[in-house]
């Protein structure tokens, strides 16, 4: 699949890539109508090949807290959390401890992620802060999309969102229609869709090409 960059990004500007990962019940289903491998199965794998590739690039990760990685939201059930950066070091044992129940209720996740961000960089001036590319992981239609396309609307300055939807069936289908309402009226946004993708390298190349 040959993904779109993030619309419109700098290049010649640092970037901040975050990850909002969809930890929901509906996450243990298969990847595929063929394919019974469970979908935080296979989007684990994928964000192995991520953060290996990450931390290549990120020379300054030894130094960093935990090693440094990527910096991830996870939100279900209208809760959210922040648990840290993954990276090759610790992804299997972090993994590990996520809870994969509940509905899909996106806002506290994509509220809790501009709060790490700003925590992060809110001192920093406006023009001097990496631009925040948020990574979304989900695999079905939130109840709140609506409140989810305006806040994006509100942070588009300097928030770029590539939008990955997992699954297949009505449910993937009425996500999917659902964020590609967001992304036409809002340019910061792109919705890659890996409805029935059972391959985690196809999956970690388009997001990674949403960071270029």
Do not use: C
Request: proline fraction near 6%.
């Amino acid at each position: 699949m040959a993904a779109p960059n993030m619309p419109a990004a700098p290049q010649d500007v640092e970037k901040e890539p975050m990850l909002l990962l969809d930890v929901t019940g509906s996450m243990n289903y298969g990847t595929s109508e063929k394919d019974s491998t469970p979908r935080r199965e296979t989007i684990k794998e994928a964000i192995g090949i991520i953060v290996a590739t990450l931390a290549k690039e990120d020379a300054q990760a030894g130094h960093e807290e935990e090693g440094g990685g990527l910096r991830t939201v996870v939100f279900a059930g209208g809760q959210a959390s922040d648990i840290g950066d993954l990276n090759p070091g610790n992804l299997q044992e972090k993994w590990g401890t996520i809870r994969w129940a509940g509905g899909t209720r996106i806002i506290p996740g994509w509220n809790k992620l501009i709060e790490t961000y700003t925590d992060e960089f809110g001192q920093t001036p406006p023009a001097e802060r990496p631009l925040l590319m948020a990574l979304v992981i989900t695999d079905g239609e939130a109840d709140d999309s609506d409140a989810f396309g305006k806040a994006i609307q509100k942070a588009s300055g300097g928030v770029y969102v590539a939008l990955a939807i997992l699954g297949y069936g009505p449910e993937h289908d009425a996500a999917l229609r659902s964020y590609q309402q967001i992304e036409a009226q809002n340019a910061h946004v792109r919705v890659l869709p890996f409805g029935s993708e059972t391959d985690p390298q196809v999956i970690a190349r388009a997001l990674l090409r949403m960071l270029e």
